[in-house]
């Protein structure tokens, strides 16, 4: 059973462009969403986070939008940097249990 | 500087053979993880533990086991009972049960079967 499905599974953007990546929990009890950056041969680090009292956190060139109604989530990577090329996974959890997406390869091409 | 220590780096595991995984921290967390990943799936988590000497079962503990002896140590013993074990194994911790925190991973112990 998913409970944190995440799209796309892969995307490339051009260097400067928006990456978009999209997820959507279906248990409502979650109320922590952080999203993960892995880069090849690496654990994830966390990146940014967002709670549900709030539509919207912005750190740098990274952004979470959230959707409580809708119970979807995407993080937003403006001027997107080839080092920016990593997997980035979301997640969602509750007390006692953290549920991730299956991951997002981004590439940033030059 | 803190942080988690997962060792080896690189294992190799005979048929048959059961094989353990180490994970230490220093970051005082109280809650460690260890999670299974396979390209595409995403993490899958095989146990965890919020306290010393107690440890749960994740979604795909078959064939794993845990031991939680100290605060700072959380090993993973794969047993020949889990029959698809090539994997990137990770550990993680967390201050109290970790739900509402972020996790701090280690760089994880690629296990492949020989």
């Known amino acids: 059973q998913q409970q944190v499905k995440q799209s796309p599974q892969s995307l490339i953007v051009q260097k400067g462009g928006i990456s978009i990546i999209n997820c959507a929990y279906e248990n409502t009890a979650f109320d922590y969403f952080p999203w993960y950056q892995q880069f090849p041969g690496k654990g994830p680090a966390l990146l940014i986070a967002?709670?549900?009292?709030?539509s919207e956190k912005k750190e740098g060139r990274f952004t979470i939008s959230f959707n409580k109604s809708a119970k979807q989530f995407s993080l937003h990577i403006m001027d997107s940097q080839p080092g920016d090329s990593a997997t980035y996974f979301c997640?969602?959890?509750?007390?006692?249990?953290?549920?991730f997406g299956a991951g997002t390869r981004l590439t940033v091409k030059p | 500087d803190g942080g988690i220590t997962q060792s080896p780096k690189y294992l190799f595991r005979k048929e048959g053979q059961n094989v353990t995984l180490s994970c230490e921290q220093n970051?005082?967390?109280?809650?460690m993880y260890w999670y299974r990943q396979d390209p595409g799936q995403g993490l899958r988590l095989i146990y965890y533990s919020q306290i010393v000497n107690d440890f749960q079962k994740g979604d795909i503990a078959e064939g794993y086991s845990v031991s939680r002896e100290k605060k700072e140590s959380f090993p993973l013993t794969v047993t020949s009972a889990q029959k698809n074990p090539t994997a990137f194994y990770l550990c993680a911790s967390s201050p109290h049960d970790g739900a509402n925190y972020g996790y701090t991973f280690g760089s994880g112990t690629r296990l492949t079967v020989v």
């Open positions: 967002i709670r549900p009292d709030v």
């Open positions: 970051l005082n967390h109280d809650a």
């Open positions: 997640a969602a959890s509750r007390v006692g249990d953290m549920r």
